[in-house]
């Protein structure tokens, strides 16, 4: 991670293109309008994005560009200025910078084309997608496509939570852990839609990573395998298709998730500059060993299992 441990690349990093307009900070609060001030500032901020990799604290970031924080209505053409910026990023900062396409997962045939289109043309190596949509989460026929089309490119998906209705309503009472606590749940609701869906039945390549939010569906999905006789074999579905991050470094989280999905599938990841901002490699390396991870095993979650999933495979 530095002089101390193995390298990290940080798999969950949001990154705006300046030629967007972003809106006015939320927050009923001055210190939460602050703060989003901070980081609307800093995630359109290349020089802020690169400056952990410049000082050594990682080895490489891998960007997303999250369209509901400024386009969440956006159209195909939105998507595709997106991916072009996006392809420019990496080619500037080849080998430190891993750019994820943005699609609507639940636009259908247009969405899967446009996915092609940032793999095969642009180059990017995985795609980034909403959990859900309304009422539509990710076995709905309309994302059927898309996923398809990133398991036939061999390309992760990366599944992001979103603010679900009406629960973020209801929730908002209790400020940012209510907040969590609903984007956690429709994380977790999409997995397992995906599980009981017969997404990962069909899609036998597909692979995704949630958000360490989401470790409420892991645990339940893995928890009824195990122990009530329904479906036994969800741990294997869990293992051979569902990676998680991080998202910040909590070892007991940290070691839950290693326990269920085994370590090959769990990344560093620090939802930067939203959640974690500033140097995050010894948090990390301090993280990991309280987790019990052996220096193999550190390694893998600190840069070698995201390098592995973002790997080109060979086209058919």
Do not use: C
């Not at 939010?213 to 892991?218: E, K, M, P, Q, S």
């Not at 390396?285 to 495979?313: F, Q």
Request: no cysteine; aromatic share 4%.
């Amino acid at each position: 991670m530095n002089a101390t441990g193995p390298a990290l690349i940080d798999f969950h990093t949001h990154y705006v293109h300046p030629g967007w307009t972003l809106p006015e900070p939320r927050g009923n609060t001055p210190a939460q309008k602050d703060l989003w001030s901070t980081i609307h500032r800093r995630i359109a901020d290349e020089k802020a994005l690169l400056e952990s990799i410049e000082a050594g604290d990682l080895a490489g970031r891998v960007v997303n560009t999250p369209t509901a924080l400024f386009a969440p209505e956006a159209d195909d053409d939105t998507y595709r200025r997106i991916n072009d910026q996006l392809a420019e990023l990496s080619a500037r900062h080849a080998g430190r910078i891993h750019a994820l396409a943005s699609v609507d997962v639940f636009a259908g045939e247009a969405a899967a084309r446009e996915l092609h289109r940032a793999v095969r043309e642009l180059g990017l190596r995985g795609v980034f997608v909403d959990s859900a949509k309304g009422a539509l989460l990710l076995d709905a026929p309309q994302a059927r496509p898309v996923l398809r089309a990133a398991a036939e490119l061999g390309v992760v998906v990366f599944v992001h939570p979103v603010n679900p209705e009406p629960l973020t309503t209801q929730l908002a009472p209790y400020g940012r852990l209510g907040t969590l606590l609903a984007r956690g749940t429709v994380n977790s609701a999409s997995l397992i839609a995906l599980i009981e869906g017969g997404v990962f039945d069909e899609l036998a390549d597909l692979k995704v990573v949630v958000t360490a939010l989401a470790i409420g569906g892991i645990v339940l999905a893995s928890g009824f395998g195990a122990e009530f006789g329904r479906r036994p074999e969800i741990g294997a579905i869990l293992r051979r298709h569902v990676h998680v991050d991080t998202m910040g470094f909590d070892p007991v989280l940290i070691r839950a998730a290693v326990d269920i999905l085994g370590v090959d599938n769990v990344l560093a990841g620090s939802d930067w500059p939203i959640v974690s901002d500033g140097p995050i490699s010894r948090a990390a390396e301090n993280a990991l060993t309280a987790a019990g991870l052996d220096a193999e095993a550190r390694a893998k979650v600190g840069s070698l299992n995201g390098l592995r999933l973002l790997a080109p495979k060979p086209l058919n």
